[in-house]
């Protein structure tokens, strides 16, 4: 069966057309026959049983005088007379026993002897394949004498039909031939336009030529196949010339998108992309030629807060310049690139004497420390350049970015526009760096900081009346970990917002049981710059708040003077919406920083706090003893409280007090200590058992 399938789907559809009509006729034709045959068959049996009921009838009117005197050889003659009809094969008449009286059989040898007895309530009619009994009473009134069964042979009907068969059964097979012989002739007609279709795809298939049309008769159906397949050769045609031109500008795009690519479309220098792959081919032939090359990472000082300022387009126009500039700084064949937002990269190849680099670098700085002229601004910007030496700092690529990067970023901490060349000791403070960020990102999971307290004293009545909050980190194995280490980390990572966010919540709380306690007493918190570029600072600080239950008056945060200088105006918007709700704010260390009288008037500060830089030499210091007379006096003549720092003996306490300072903290006073030693000197202080005078 499978290989019959598997021959039909190899054939042509023209042959399985003409099949599948010669299957399907000769199927309706076969079954047609069939019908007629038994519909005939029917129709002679129905006629020879007709014709054997007559004759039984006849037969037994004519036996009933020869059964009523027991006349056999009458009997015998009467059934005799059934020869003359070819059809009746035998005939027997039974007496009123039903034993056999007479019977007839035309061919002895061929029937089977007749039976001895009848039973009187056999059915009058029966028909089967041999043939057909008829069974007729005999009597006379009601007087029954007996009974005859005449029997016909069906071979009569099955010659008929025989004989039907055998005419219809050759017309069939002429009828067949007759339409197969019609069918090959018209099948080229037919199957003529979907050769032709055929040969147009086979001839567009070899040759790719999709201008070429199939040419058919405009039959409704053919021809709508025509039509469609010609339609689609027309929207294959004007797709491929959409295809052919599409290529072409996706070839052009490729140009423009590998410029883009390599090109930085602000200062049409090469890009991050460009100078990753230029350095690795550069270390391939310092390798081969045993050469020394110098990566420079440059990083514009304060950028970000001129684009803040001016805006973006000034921020371009400043990068188009500093790139100009830079360029000038720099030897022919020398690689510049922006690799970032305000950074640039330097390779410098092929390079004889390390000195070269510092060279440069100093060139680059000179070339930056002109202010620059942009639309009537006069711009002054810096760098932060860091270095590093192929093969003497690194040999794999990926490790002398990294060590350029952190002697960039030691340049900027370093106090800025300046360049540093990478060292051991900085791989070192990398390392132990990374260590502390690792151990700092679970530190607050593990619950391991705490806060230290340190008292802030009234120098006119001697009282605590607050204190400032100073946190502590104890690791497990690192031990107490100084806050000059692990601040920086937190800020440069981020951390700084959730450590800040728990500092403030642990004080607030701290601050709400010493005030259960009857210890009225302000606490000050310091606030990072990475907090205060939060947006939801705000929200985030008055929700502590409310959460601890602490009235805003008795909470101070404490700012820095560099975190003011590069504030913008969403940041002094942050801080007018802090003391708007009743918190303080203080600037630390002041008089180290970018201490200015119109800063002092822009922000919403109420206090400052004296560098204990300033305090250390009081009173004998005279240069320590008048600064701090100046800021005291300008803090009074601003409204602003006075707070000194680093108080460690009683002249310094004395000279502060005498001079008008509001208050103090120091070891003087007490180191810091944690809450609950707070509480214990809070109570000491109220019983007098505590004075500083």
């Known amino acids: 069966m499978e290989q019959l399938i598997e021959w039909i789907n190899r054939q042509a559809l023209s042959t399985k057309l003409k099949w599948t009509y010669l299957v399907t006729s000769g199927g309706v034709m076969l079954l047609s026959t069939l019908f ?30 020869a059964m009523a005197f027991a006349d056999s050889e ?13 059809d009746v094969q035998s005939a027997v008449a039974y ?172 200062t049409q220098l090469n890009n991050r992309h460009f100078f990753n792959e230029r350095l690795e081919s550069v270390l391939a032939r310092a390798r081969k030629f045993d050469e020394r090359t110098i990566l420079m990472f440059i990083d514009l000082d304060n950028f970000k807060t001129v684009n803040d300022t001016l805006g973006h387009d000034i921020g371009d126009e400043l990068l188009r310049l500093v790139s100009r500039r830079l360029s000038e700084a720099l030897r022919f064949g020398d690689v510049l690139s922006r690799i970032g937002g305000d950074e640039f990269g330097i390779i410098l190849e092929n390079v004889s004497q390390v000195g070269v680099a510092s060279m440069i670098a100093e060139k680059c700085l000179a070339k930056l420390a002109d202010p620059i002229h942009i639309h009537g601004h006069d711009i002054h910007i810096g760098a932060s350049i860091g270095i590093s030496v192929y093969p003497d700092d690194a040999t794999d690529m990926h490790a002398l970015l990294k060590y350029a990067d952190t002697a960039m970023y030691y340049a900027k901490n370093g106090g800025k526009n300046a360049w540093r060349t990478f060292t051991p000791s900085m791989r070192d403070d990398a390392h132990k760096r990374f260590k502390l960020d690792n151990n700092l990102r679970r530190a607050l999971e593990r619950d391991e900081f705490v806060l230290h307290y340190q008292p802030q004293v009234d120098l006119k009545t001697g009282d605590i009346v607050g204190v400032e909050a100073l946190i502590r980190w104890i690791h497990p194995q690192l031990g107490m970990v100084s806050p000059n280490d692990f601040i920086p980390v937190a800020e440069d990572t981020g951390l700084i917002v959730p450590i800040g966010e728990w500092v403030l919540r642990e004080a607030c709380r701290d601050l709400t049981r010493w005030h259960a306690e009857g210890h009225l007493l302000r606490v000050a918190v310091n606030l990072s710059g990475r907090q205060l570029k939060e947006n939801g600072l705000v929200a985030s600080v008055l929700a502590t708040l409310r959460e601890t239950d602490v009235d805003p008056c008795w909470l101070e945060l404490e700012l820095t003077e560099s975190m003011l200088m590069d504030a913008s105006t969403d940041i002094v ?15 630390d260390d002041f008089g180290t920083g970018y201490s200015s009288m119109s800063y002092l008037k822009t922000f919403p500060v109420r206090a400052l706090k004296v560098d204990r830089s300033f305090v250390r030499g009081l009173p004998q210091d005279p240069e320590d003893a008048a600064i701090t007379r100046a800021i005291i006096a300008m803090a009074r003549s601003l409204k602003m409280e006075i707070v000194a720092e680093g108080i460690e003996t009683q002249e310094q306490h004395d000279f502060l007090r005498a001079h008008g300072c509001d208050k103090s903290q120091g070891y003087l006073y007490g180191r810091p200590c944690a809450a609950a030693q707070i509480g214990q000197m809070l109570a000491r202080t109220r019983a007098g058992t505590c004075e500083v005078d």
């Open 95 to 266: 007496d009123a026993k039903g034993k056999a009286f007479v019977s007839f059989v035309r061919d002895p040898q061929s029937s089977p002897d007749a039976p001895a007895a009848h039973d009187a309530h056999a059915r009058e009619t029966v028909v089967d394949v041999r043939g057909v009994s008829v069974t007729r009473r005999i009597q006379v009134g009601n007087r029954l004498l007996g009974t005859v069964v005449v029997r016909s042979s069906v071979t009569s009907v099955y010659h008929q039909l025989t004989l039907y068969l055998a005419l219809a059964l050759p017309m069939t097979l002429a009828l067949l031939s007759l339409s197969y012989y019609a069918l090959s002739r018209l099948q080229r007609y037919f199957t003529a336009p979907i050769r032709a279709l055929s040969a147009v795809s086979e001839q567009i298939s070899r040759q790719g030529d999709y201008s070429l049309r199939a040419e058919v008769s405009p039959a409704a159906d053919i021809g709508l196949l025509a039509r469609t397949f010609n339609g689609m050769l027309d929207r294959i045609q004007k797709r491929e010339r959409e295809l052919e031109a599409e290529i072409n500008e996706r070839k052009r795009i490729e140009v423009k998108l590998d410029r883009l690519a390599h090109f930085d479309p602000v």
């Open 36 to 65: 007629l045959i038994g519909i005939q068959l029917y129709f002679f049996t129905a006629a020879l049983v007709r014709q054997t009921q007559s004759q039984a009838t006849m037969v037994g009117a004519n036996l009933t005088a």
């Open 573 to 587: 918007d942050r801080l007018h919406a802090l003391t708007d709700a009743g918190i303080q704010l203080a600037i």
């Open 74 to 86: 009458a009997a015998g003659d009467i059934l005799s007379a059934l020869r003359v009809a070819p």
